[in-house]
């Protein structure tokens, strides 16, 4: 069965804790400056029909160091953007590569390439969700804080494609998740109601509040990511208005755990969803996240293709 990679829920906790294994062994071996043939003689699509600095340079690269060859796809340039549809596309490329990479404005266009084509698709981030960035902050929340369950990372943010993915994610692997979102912009209620299920068979315990501070108390984790996300250009004025209390500082830090690591997907908006202070400062393992992207999806890479 070809296995693609559209949303956390994907995976069970078995195959998450496996690949975050598989992630540090690729860490490990980079540092001992071990190359790896995984990929070779394989080519990966990446189309992209969004900007992105992490998530293309960490797949190029990854792709790079287990002997495959990455191919970049601006999706203007694809006949796709002529009108070609989706599921040609996933056909037409399903004859020449060994897996699509997506980001996509929109959740089906990943449903689509992956039933019409015959490989795998792994999601670069898509408006619903961005699972290869939670896999990337399990590994970096691991590293430090050496466990996973029965910590509590807090979102103070919109309830967005980072959220909902974090949601699933930490509920599969008992991480209690507090999630504090302005009135109207909740996480989707689908979303919610999966990572409840999650969070009963995991133990975990999941609230969503309109309260930063609440959610921030005692957490071990506090997690931030930007007030307007790509898409959402037209509605960045109303959005900037309703999440002005949403910053995650230095006033709001104190409430969490005494040793809490802070969190950011990036890119980052100083003095808007987190002050400078804060993402520059030592609590920040933000760099580590961003480095982490690229030895999880190696590990992704790795068993899907
Ligand atoms: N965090 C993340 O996905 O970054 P990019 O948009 O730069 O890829
Ligand atoms: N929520 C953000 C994440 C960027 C990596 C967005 O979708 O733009």
């Not at 390439?113 to 590994?139: F, M, R, Y």
Request: glycine share 6%.
């Amino acid at each position: 069965m070809v296995k693609h990679l559209l949303s956390m829920q994907d995976l069970s906790p078995e195959e998450i804790h496996s690949l975050l294994e598989r992630a540090s062994y690729f860490k490990k071996q980079r540092l001992n400056r071990i190359l790896s043939d995984e990929l070779k003689g394989k080519t990966i699509a990446l189309i992209f029909q969004k900007p992105s600095t992490r998530t293309r340079v960490s797949f190029e690269t990854g792709i790079h160091e287990l002997g495959g060859n990455p191919l970049f796809l601006n999706a203007q340039e694809l006949q796709l953007s002529r009108g070609e549809t989706i599921a040609d596309t996933a056909r037409t490329l399903s004859r020449y590569v060994h897996g699509i990479v997506a980001r996509v404005t929109s959740h089906n266009y990943l449903i689509e390439l992956s039933k019409h084509g015959t490989i795998p698709v792994i999601n670069a981030l898509s408006p619903l969700e961005h699972p290869c960035q939670t896999l990337a902050d399990l590994l970096t929340i691991r590293e430090h804080k050496v466990k996973l369950k029965g910590l509590k990372l807090a979102w103070v943010s919109d309830g967005n494609n980072v959220c909902n993915s974090l949601l699933l994610g930490c509920t599969l692997v008992g991480i209690n998740i507090s999630a504090a979102c302005p009135k109207g912009y909740e996480p989707p209620p689908e979303v919610v109601k999966q990572a409840q299920k999650n969070a009963a068979k995991s133990g975990a315990k999941i609230e969503i509040l309109n309260d930063p501070k609440k959610a921030v108390t005692n957490a071990n984790v506090v997690y931030s990511d930007v007030w307007v996300s790509m898409g959402q250009k037209k509605e960045a004025q109303k959005r900037l208005r309703a999440f002005k209390e949403y910053q995650i500082n230095a006033k709001l830090l104190k409430l969490a755990k005494g040793d809490a690591i802070v969190m950011h997907c990036l890119p980052a908006h100083r003095g808007q969803e987190i002050t400078a202070e804060v993402i520059d400062g030592p609590r920040s393992v933000v760099w580590d996240q961003a480095e982490n992207r690229l030895h999880v999806q190696k590990a992704i890479l790795y068993t899907a293709i």
